[in-house]
């Protein structure tokens, strides 16, 4: 079982390699949406690369009002 | 005529393949255009399934198959009108594009879906009215209309519940909720997964071995296995007039045209 710690930074660095950003550039407390800008269909991929990464569904609705990479790791985390 | 390169799509006849291309920036939405330009395609592909094994329906457009019924061209175009002439615009409407889908769906040939990315609302409808699903482990599908005070108007309902379990039709309806390509293979959505930007490929190679059959019996099958369910989307038709009418569908429209949110499918 990973713990909170471990998720947060798997979520950092799936973050990074999908926006093609240096290792190391993203930080937990992070406003995704501020630092990386993306749209609709770039939160849409995130979404499923993290599914996919960790094997889970995570449905919007639980996700959304979420903007920063701790948070989302915790609902990731819930559903480990 | 054996190919054709639209506004909004393009196609291509080739060795019994037929090769359905939605691009039509930003996200393939479905109006008035793209309509327009699969009326011509059910036309002509209607003329050309004697020689068809297969159609294989895909998109151009990156991190999209469609995003569904153009929205912001329907607000636009039924903001203005009169209570009466707006329900007999979207009637027409809806009217035109089931009769699309329902060609597509009893086409004597094998229709394929492959599908990448964002397949939500009529894009899934679309995508509903073939028989083969192939995803991109990437795709993500959903039926968001219920955030407009609507329902999915293009056959979307009854063609799910023709395919799939309630429970996951349900799911999928009354939460507005996005669902990932295994997900949707696990539910029986999909046919088969493909890696990331694999689907087409795969498609085509589906395709091939599809059109090793006998024509004959690859026709009666389907027709045996896949009923269109023409009674139910006739009163989908009805009750998605019977909601459009309601203000409340006007207002959750505007809403949506003037969100730059990230999850506006949501409300």
């Known amino acids: 079982m990973r713990t909170l710690e471990q998720t947060t930074q798997e979520v950092l660095d799936l973050a990074a390699k999908h926006f093609q950003l240096p290792a190391g550039s993203l930080a937990p407390a992070d406003d995704f949406f501020k630092k990386l800008g993306i749209d609709s269909l770039q939160t849409l991929e995130m979404l499923s690369r993290i599914e996919n990464h960790f094997g889970i569904e995570l449905p919007d609705y639980e996700v959304q009002g979420v903007s920063d990479f701790r948070t989302l790791a915790e609902r990731i985390q819930s559903r480990l | 005529m054996k190919s054709f390169t639209g506004k909004t799509l393009r196609w291509e ?5 037929i090769e359905l291309t939605l691009d039509h920036a930003p996200a393939n939405e479905i109006g008035s255009a793209m309509l327009a330009e699969l009326e011509q395609f059910v036309v002509a592909s209607g003329a050309l399934a004697p020689e068809t094994s297969v159609c294989i329906i895909s998109s151009a457009r990156k991190s999209v198959f469609s995003a569904g019924a153009d929205l912001r061209e329907l607000y636009r175009g039924a903001a203005p009108l009169p209570e009466k002439e707006r329900l007999a615009g979207i009637r027409n409407f809806l009217e035109r594009i089931h009769a699309v889908l329902n060609k597509l769906d009893a086409a004597p040939f094998v229709t394929i879906a492959a599908v990448h990315g964002v397949c939500f609302g009529g894009g899934l409808e679309l995508a509903l009215a073939c028989d083969i699903f192939i995803a991109d482990k990437m795709a993500r599908f959903a039926f968001p209309e ?32 996005t669902v990932n390509a295994a997900r949707a293979q696990a539910v029986g959505l999909v046919a088969q997964l493909a890696g990331e930007g694999e689907a087409l490929r795969i498609a085509r190679s589906t395709a091939a071995q599809i059109a090793k059959f006998d024509a004959v019996t690859r026709a009666a099958a389907k027709k045996f296995i896949k ?18 009418a309601r203000p409340a569908v006007m207002a959750a429209l505007k809403k949506f045209v003037e969100d730059s949110g990230p999850m506006p499918y949501l409300p």
């Open chain 2, 13 to 17: 006849w080739r060795e019994g393949v």
């Open chain 2, 227 to 244: 009923p269109v369910p023409h009674d139910e989307l006739r009163r989908e038709i009805d009750l998605f007039c019977e909601l459009f």
């Open chain 2, 146 to 177: 219920l955030r407009l005070g609507l329902i999915p108007g293009f056959g979307g309902i009854p063609r799910l519940k023709r395919d799939l379990g309630n429970a996951f039709v349900r799911d999928l309806l009354f939460t507005g909720r």
